[in-house]
């Protein structure tokens, strides 16, 4: 019902930044939402959210270096990642939910930092 599409990964120097996106098929007007991110062997972990009343909030290894935002006009959530990490490669998830009845997910963007 509500797809997710994100785009903006790639490969990027240590030091380097990145812009990830997501678009929704639907109005994110009363969606939370925010992105996850999954390393090779590892946990699927928080990285950023973003309510609908654009309070923000980053996971303890990002703040600093991240930044969410959405644009309700456009259907979009971004990502701003300054300052990356390899620590911070991982396969990045775009999420949405209004009530937990439904929980929708992006199929993800590869983000490699590495020299």
């Known amino acids: 019902q509500v797809q997710l599409v994100e785009s903006g990964g790639g490969l990027v120097q240590p030091g380097g930044s990145l812009r990830l996106s997501c678009v929704a098929s639907v109005s994110i007007n009363d969606y939370t939402m925010g992105w996850y991110r999954q390393a090779p062997g590892k946990q699927r972990e928080v990285v950023a959210f973003?309510?609908?009343?654009?309070?923000?909030m980053l996971g303890d290894s990002v703040k600093g270096r991240f930044r969410i935002s959405r644009n309700n006009a456009r259907n979009t959530m971004s990502l701003q990642m300054n300052s990356l990490k390899p620590e911070d490669s991982a396969v990045y998830y775009c999420?949405?939910?209004?009530?937990?009845?439904?929980?929708?997910w992006g199929q993800g963007t590869q983000v490699t930092v590495s020299s």
């Open positions: 973003i309510n609908s009343s654009g309070t923000s």
């Open positions: 999420r949405a939910h209004r009530d937990y009845n439904s929980v929708y």
